[in-house]
């Protein structure tokens, strides 16, 4: 590490850049991106960094993915219409980050609050409009958006099946300019998993009269008002959704399937808030009736009950799949080892902080690609994954919680992905602010964005933004108050 003297102020050079800025990698390929979300932004630059040629494909007109809310919604509100146009995201207008700004931002890229700048959310838990504007940000220092073609989407990718362009992929795409079909070397898939719902099985749903609609077509509780609302599903979203309906609904019920059965709660703060057990049956007269036995008379049900993984443009011909929410065949979430290098997944793990993983695993598979880093044996990863899948029934963790990473289990991964790039290990203050936080949702899950007591943890934050400061002169005054 280096000092240097700044505006008046020392900033350390972290080692990374010094390390990385002469790199000569060993192989240039030609990479497709699938969309350019937070995952799809950040492997852009990763892989540009490593001195391959990146071309991004995205369907949207914009960069930012999840983060770019809008007011419309599919026209099916439980989007169980394979034909339904899709709307990508699924944020609502209220929608603040669950995870600290410090802690949510890239490692190099601070999420740092801009409090002189008054069309800026400086609050801890921004609302949405400032991740997207801390995405726009990234994407202009790392002149990301010239790689992207927006309004393009991904129709088909499959190994190319020519002799000539045999180890390499064939990436099909429709934009307004009509259809394209190109060779690649490798595909980064980046397009999120937050957009297809799933849907909880209910004895009765499909005779029960009211309305229903999944959270992926939730925007605003205007449409609730006065209505009895029962919302299924007590994560994330449910504990949202369900405060920000009972702020004009009539009586709000939220279905948890993690309390136990005799469960009746009126939920602190509220008059017409109360928490169940989960649903045992729906009746054709509008009745629903809880495990607790409790019946509720209810307008409408709202579905917060999660994504699937979606992929419908991958043809692997049989490599890869989709099993109960399980994508695999995957060495270490992101290579598939019959079809490494060649292909790989960026952002699939959930409950964790997203956007520093992102980073870590772009920068892995940029290593790999360009031949810096290399991958065990086909053999080898296979046995990692089916040890890693034994491990996981052995605990009796059903498929679909492959991905999760609960615990400590994702600063371990990320820390693994930092070895392998030689690239600096997850900061203990991040660490410890995100397992700090996620007690706090449920601890004070109706003001956990407001109140903290870790600002110890901030003040070490930004002391290690500073080392970042040398690339983003225009923030260290902000910084520093
Ligand atoms: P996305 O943001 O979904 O981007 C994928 C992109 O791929 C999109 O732009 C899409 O248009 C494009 N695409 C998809 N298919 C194709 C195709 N066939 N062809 C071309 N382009 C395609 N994370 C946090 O860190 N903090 C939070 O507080 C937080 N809150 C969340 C709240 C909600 C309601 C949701 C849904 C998610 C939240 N997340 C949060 C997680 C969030 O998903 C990640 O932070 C991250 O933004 C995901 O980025 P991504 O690039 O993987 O996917």
Redesign the pocket.
Known sequence: MQAVLLGGVVIAIHRYSLAHSNRDPTTSRHVAV????????VTARELRREGHSVVV????SQ??????YTSQVEPDPLSLDPTRPVV?????KS?????PREC?GFTDFPFAARPHDGSRDPRR?PG?SE?LAY?RDFAKEFDVEEMIRFE????RAEPAADEENRGKWRVE?RSSDGAADEIYDAVVV??????EPRHAHIAGIDSWPGKQIH?HNYRVPDPFKDQIVIVIGSS??GV?ISRDIAKVAKEVHVSSRSTSPDTYEMLPGYDNLWLHPVIETARIDGSVVFQNGKTVYADTIMHCTG?KYYL??LDTKGEVTIDDNRVGPLYKHVFPPALSPGLSF??LP?Q????PM?ELQSKWVAAVLSGRVSLPSQDEMMEDIKAFYNKLEASGIPRRYTHLMPDDSQFEYDNWLADQCDYPRIEKWREEMFYIGFKRIYAQSATYRDNWDDDHLIVEAYDDFVKFMSSYPELLPLLKT
């Open positions: 699938v969309g350019a979300g937070a995952a799809g932004l494909l995205e369907r949207g960069i930012g993915g999840v983060w770019t990508h995201s699924s944020v609502y929608l603040r980050t669950n995870i949510m838990h949405h991740v995405l393009t989407e991904v129709v795409s980046c397009n999120g998993h937050y957009t959270s994330a979203s949202d994504y419908p443009f960026i952002g959930w964790i902080t997203p956007f992102f």
